[in-house]
């Protein structure tokens, strides 16, 4: 292909600049990709990349041949010509390749890690009872908690807590964030007792499944002060019901790093270790109550 044929194909001008003739090389690359996402096969419409790649290379060896004639520098040989377009051609291929490639090893990656959580679960002992504390609290080691009631219930083997952390008031974007992971968490997870705040357990009371405490803990609260006990009424019920109570002080926090003020227990209406939960209850009012 002769130099002015090879300007006709790419359709610059031969005052061009190298730059500018890499450019117009660029857009018709770009132009051939948009024609291949869209699925044109007509021969008539579909642009000659091979014509255009070869006129480029002609201009260019010959700019370079110019060029490297007035400084004494050796011009790039074909293979080399060859090569750098192949990459520019293909890059954008090469890069979508690589991001798949990536996203393939994150996902088999995880899918491996989820494989080995649940066999993991899955040898360890049923859950004895499970706990969740959700509130304005703060603490990155729950496990003095868990040690703690196990040393309360030697027979129980295998001891759930979970820690959420639920804002009082949402003024930051880690606050939103809080709120809207919390109530896909709330909306998930089963526990058989909650441990509240006061702000979120008056928040949550008409929508959360709870358990009136009065007739399967009257003989124990009977123990308790007042400001322990938090009655409430639904609106469907024609007086007030016991529904929570603050175990704050108990032994069960002992060592236990935990930022926040009420703890009020609760035990979930269809709790699934609903004896458990009421004897874990007992337990604890039975113990703030000899102090």
Do not use: C
Request: aromatic fraction near 10%.
């Amino acid at each position: 292909m002769d130099i002015q044929k090879a300007y006709e194909i790419l359709d610059i001008s031969r005052e061009s600049s190298i730059e500018e003739i890499e450019e117009k090389y660029f857009l018709w690359i770009r132009i051939a990709k948009a024609q291949e996402q869209k699925g044109i096969t007509d021969p008539n419409e579909l642009i000659n990349m091979d014509e255009i790649t070869e006129a480029f290379n002609v201009i260019r060896n010959h700019l370079l041949e110019e060029a490297s004639s007035k400084e004494g520098k050796k011009p790039k040989s074909p293979f080399r010509e060859k090569m750098d377009h192949f990459f520019d051609y293909y890059k954008f291929h090469t890069v979508a390749a690589v991001f798949t490639l990536i996203l393939a090893f994150f996902l088999i990656q995880s899918i491996v890690e989820n494989r080995q959580e649940q066999a993991r679960l899955a040898a360890l002992p049923p859950v004895d009872i499970e706990i969740m504390m959700y509130g304005e609290y703060f603490n990155d080691d729950i496990s003095p908690l868990e040690n703690n009631i196990a040393a309360m219930f030697p027979d129980w083997e295998r001891i759930e807590v979970n820690l959420v952390y639920g804002p009082t008031e949402v003024t930051t974007e880690f606050d939103i964030g809080a709120v809207q992971k919390n109530a896909i968490t709330l909306m998930m997870e089963v526990p058989d007792i909650y441990i509240m705040d006061l702000h979120h357990f008056r928040k949550f009371f008409e929508d959360g499944p709870f358990q009136p405490l009065d007739p399967i803990l009257e003989n124990e609260v009977e123990q308790l002060e007042d400001d322990r006990l938090y009655y409430l009424q639904m609106q469907n019920d024609d007086q007030e019901r016991l529904y929570g109570i603050d175990i704050a002080g108990s032994d069960i926090f002992n060592g236990v790093e935990l930022v926040g003020k009420e703890k009020i227990a609760i035990i979930r209406l269809d709790a699934d270790k609903e004896e458990n939960a009421i004897t874990f209850l007992q337990s604890v009012i039975n113990g703030l109550t000899e102090e």
